[in-house]
């Protein structure tokens, strides 16, 4: 689990431009801070998915009604249900940046999107070997918001899985994840070939996207 300076620019618009040996510094700066800092957990559920209708996905007791979210899993018979947590002390230390500098809030902000993201790959690696063994190959985390697959299922996922007492992850009213720097995610099992099971962008209709890999 580390953060990739090369993730933290593109998040900080960085396409086509060098960035400033301040910047750099500041980045640096925010990376020790923040991989002193995480304390990271993560849980997982296999599960079965069955298909009742048209774009409606049932699994643990769930029943989902999303387009997307059937299209993407389209070919899968099983998932994994997901959560990965940097811990609440990450949220501590942005909440205190923000306070003294936003200019250096920005950059940690990004730091802490970049370790996430490395630790929930970094989590995914058993389970695509697990797959394997089996002739099977993963699909892209696919998280609660994403498409028209509603941010308010963020509610039972975390109930599934029992996040608040196994990993500390709960949610506000507006079913934002809490500690902030946290993932839940539906990821597809299939026979067919991925060529990539990390990057979300092909299966993302958000063209414009700041956090889009070309």
């Given amino acids: 689990m580390k953060i990739d300076q090369r993730e933290v620019l593109r998040y900080l618009g960085y396409k086509g431009s060098?960035?400033?040996?301040?910047?750099?510094?500041?980045?640096?700066?925010?990376?020790?801070?923040?991989?002193?800092?995480?304390?990271?957990?993560?849980?997982?559920?296999?599960?079965?998915?069955?298909?009742?209708?048209?774009?409606?996905?049932?699994?643990?007791?769930?029943?989902?009604?999303?387009?997307?979210?059937?299209?993407?899993?389209?070919?899968?018979?099983?998932?994994?249900?997901?959560?990965?947590?940097?811990?609440?002390?990450?949220?501590?230390?942005?909440?205190?940046?923000?306070?003294v500098s936003m200019s250096r809030a920005v950059v940690m902000q990004a730091c802490a999107a970049s370790l996430i993201e490395s630790y929930c790959d970094e989590c995914q690696e058993p389970i695509a070997q697990e797959a394997a063994s089996r002739g099977l190959y993963l699909r892209p985390r696919y998280s609660p918001g994403y498409g028209d697959f509603d941010i308010s299922y963020q509610r039972e996922f975390l109930t599934?899985?029992?996040?608040?007492?196994?990993?500390?992850?709960?949610?506000?009213?507006?079913?934002?994840?809490?500690?902030?720097?946290?993932?839940?995610?539906?990821?597809?099992?299939?026979?067919?070939?991925?060529?990539?099971?990390?990057?979300?962008c092909m299966t993302c209709k958000a063209k414009s996207c700041p956090f889009r890999k070309d």
């Avoid at 993560?42 to 599960?47: D, E, G, N, R």
């Avoid at 979210?69 to 230390?93: I, N, W, Y």
């Avoid at 009213?173 to 026979?191: E, H, N, Q, R, W």
């Avoid at 060529?195 to 979300?200: D, N, P, R």
């Fill in 160 to 200: 599934v899985l029992d996040c608040p007492k196994r990993i500390g992850l709960t949610m506000t009213d507006s079913f934002m994840l809490a500690p902030s720097k946290s993932v839940t995610a539906v990821i597809g099992l299939t026979a067919e070939v991925q060529s990539c099971h990390i990057a979300k």
């Fill in 18 to 99: 060098e960035p400033d040996a301040e910047i750099l510094h500041t980045i640096a700066d925010c990376t020790r801070e923040l991989e002193e800092a995480a304390t990271p957990h993560h849980i997982l559920q296999a599960v079965e998915l069955s298909r009742p209708n048209a774009d409606t996905l049932e699994f643990a007791g769930m029943v989902v009604h999303s387009r997307d979210l059937f299209q993407h899993l389209s070919g899968c018979d099983e998932a994994v249900l997901f959560a990965a947590t940097l811990g609440a002390p990450v949220d501590l230390r942005l909440e205190r940046c923000a306070k």
